[in-house]
C-alpha cells in the first residue's frame, strides 16, 4: 500500500514538472513516504532523514518532504524535533502536495498538513504504471473500523471509506486501455468493501465487475480480514475467471485466548472454517497470512496452538512479526507483557516450522506446468525472466528481455525456498503469448 501510495505521488509531481532520480546527491527534492506498523519501520526511516538531513546542510535549497504514518502521527510536533523538514504531510493529504511544495519554493515557509479531511480527492488520485507495464496497483478504499488492539493503522489511516465503484471501474478500464492485465485491488479490509457507500456493490460484486472488463487477465487483493470473507466472496475464486488462485489472509495467531484479546472478531475454529470454505470452491488456493507472536499475555500453550495452526493449514508463506508495541493502540494497557527474548525465540522456531511448509507446498508444483506473466529480468541472472503465477509464486527461467510482459506456459523444474525454477514448456511450439 505505501509501494502505491509513492507511485500516486510520483505521478502527482511528474504534473509539476519533476522526474525521479536514482542520485539523491544530485536531486532538487527528496519525499520520504513513512511506515510506522512496527518500531523498526519508524526506525528505518528516522536513519533514512537522518541522512537527509545532512544533504540539507550541504545544500540548502533541497526540499526535504516526509508523508506517511509517521508524519501523520508526528503532527505539529515534529517540527521541533526536526526543524530542517520543509514539508510534513499525512495519510489524508496526498492530493494537496503539489501546492505544499510550490508554497515552500514561493516563500521559503514550512507546510504541516495532516488534518484528516473527507478524502475522496486522495482516494481517486491515480499512480501511472510505467511503459510497458502489465501490472498495476488500484486503491479501492481506506482507512479501517476494526481497531485491533496492537494495531495503529485505525489511528493513523481514519475510518474505511470506501471509493465509489464508477471510479474504480473507470480506472480499470484506463489501465487495461494502457496494456495492464493484472490488477491488485488494495485496502485495509477489502471484504468490507461497499459498507461506506450504503453496502452496494459488495466486494464480489465488485470482483465481478472487474473480471468483466476486457483485457483484465488477473484479480488479486489485499488485505482480506477473516472475520468479513462471505461465501460469496469464496464463490469468485471458482466464478469469476480472473480472479488469481491466491488469497493473503492474516490469521495472526492460533489461539482463541490471543485472538480475543487481539479484539481479531474470530476463533481460530472459524478461521479455519473459512479456509475449507476457499479450498471447496477453488482446491489449488494458494493461502498466505500474517502472525505475530508474544502479543501481550501469550503463554507457551497460546504460542504452541498457533504452530498446530499452521500444521493444519501448511500455508504457502506466513509473514511473521515480533509484537512491537504501537502508542495509542489498546494493548499498551495491557499486562504480561513478553520478554524481547522469549518473542525471538519463538519468531525463529515458527519460521523454521512455515519454511518446511513452504518448501513443501512449492514441491507440489514441481513436474507442473504453470502459467507465468513474466515481469521482467531477474535479479540473479541477466539470462534469465522473472514473473508470477496465478498462485503468486516466483518462477525464474531461461529467456530474453522479449518475454517481458507476455504470458508463458512453464514446466517446474526445482522448488526452491522463495522461488521456483521452471524452463519453457515442451510440445507448444511458442510457451508465450502477448495475451
Ligand atoms: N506489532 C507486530 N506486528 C504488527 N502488525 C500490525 N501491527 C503490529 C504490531 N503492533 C502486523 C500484523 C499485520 C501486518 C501488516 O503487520 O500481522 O497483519
Ligand atoms: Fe490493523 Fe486490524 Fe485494521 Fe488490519 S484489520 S489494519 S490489523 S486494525
Not at 520520504?32 to 538531513?53: D, H, M, P, W, Y
Not at 545532512?54 to 505539529?76: H, T, Y
Not at 460469496?232 to 489472509?249: G, K, P, Q, S, Y
Request: net charge positive; aromatic share 6%; hydrophobic share 35%.
Amino acid at each position: 500500500m505505501n509501494v502505491n501510495d509513492s507511485e500516486k505521488i510520483v505521478a502527482l509531481l511528474r504534473d509539476e514538472g519533476y522526474e525521479t532520480t536514482d542520485n539523491a546527491e544530485g536531486a532538487d527534492l527528496i519525499l520520504v513516504n513513512t511506515c510506522s506498523i512496527r518500531e523498526k519501520a519508524a526506525q528505518k526511516a528516522f536513519s533514512q532523514l537522518g541522512r537527509f538531513r545532512m544533504m540539507k546542510e550541504r545544500n540548502p535549497d533541497l526540499i526535504l518532504a516526509v508523508g506517511g504514518c509517521l508524519a501523520q502521527e508526528w503532527g505539529q510536533n515534529i517540527l521541533a524535533r526536526a526543524p530542517y523538514l520543509n514539508v510534513v504531510f499525512g495519510t489524508h493529504n496526498i492530493h494537496g502536495l503539489p501546492e505544499f511544495i510550490r508554497r515552500v519554493g514561493n516563500n521559503g515557509s514550512r507546510v504541516v498538513e495532516t488534518a484528516f479531511a473527507p478524502s475522496v480527492k486522495s482516494l481517486n488520485i491515480m499512480a501511472r504504471p510505467e511503459k510497458g507495464a502489465v501490472s498495476a496497483y488500484v486503491t479501492i478504499m481506506q482507512g479501517c473500523n476494526n481497531f485491533c488492539a496492537y494495531c495503529v493503522v485505525p489511528h493513523l489511516r481514519g475510518p474505511e471509506e470506501s471509493r465509489p465503484a464508477e471510479d474504480i471501474l473507470a480506472e480499470v478500464e484506463t489501465l487495461a486501455d494502457h496494456g495492464v492485465r493484472e490488477v491488485t485491488l488494495l485496502g485495509q479490509n477489502v471484504n468490507a468493501y461497499g459498507k461506506t457507500l450504503g453496502g452496494s456493490p459488495g466486494f464480489p460484486q465488485l470482483l465481478r465487475a472487474i473480471g468483466r472488463i476486457r483485457g483484465i487477465e488477473r484479480i488479486r487483493f489485499t488485505t482480506s480480514h477473516p472475520r468479513d470473507l462471505s461465501e460469496d466472496l469464496m464463490r469468485c475464486f471458482a466464478e469469476v475467471d480472473a480472479m488469481c488462485n491466491h488469497i493473503h489472509l492474516p490469521v495472526q495467531s492460533g489461539s482463541d485466548t490471543i485472538l480475543g484479546r487481539m479484539n481479531r472478531g474470530y476463533t481460530r475454529g472459524q478461521y479455519l472454517e473459512k479456509i475449507e470454505g476457499l479450498r471447496h470452491y477453488c482446491p489449488e488456493i494458494s493461502v498466505t497470512s500474517d502472525v505475530i507472536v508474544g502479543f501481550p499475555g501469550e503463554t507457551e500453550a497460546d504460542y504452541q496452538a498457533t504452530l498446530a495452526l499452521m500444521e493444519t493449514v501448511t500455508f504457502d508463506n506466513l509473514f511473521s512479526f515480533k509484537y512491537s508495541e504501537r502508542k495509542g493502540t489498546a494493548a499498551v494497557g495491557f499486562d504480561r507483557q513478553v520478554p524481547e527474548k522469549v518473542k525471538s525465540e519463538r519468531l525463529q522456531r515458527l519460521q523454521a516450522l512455515q519454511q518446511e511448509h513452504t518448501l513443501k507446498r512449492n514441491r507440489m508444483l514441481e513436474g507442473r506446468v504453470k502459467v507465468v506473466m513474466v515481469e521482467g529480468k531477474s535479479k540473479n541472472s541477466d539470462r534469465d525472466m522473472t514473473g508470477r503465477t496465478r498462485c503468486n509464486k516466483i518462477v525464474n527461467f531461461r529467456g530474453g528481455r522479449k518475454l517481458a510482459g507476455k504470458t508463458c506456459s512453464v514446466l517446474i523444474k526445482k522448488a526452491h525456498l522463495h522461488s521456483l525454477r521452471g524452463e519453457p514448456a515442451g510440445g507448444a511450439k511458442d510457451p508465450c503469448s502477448s495475451k
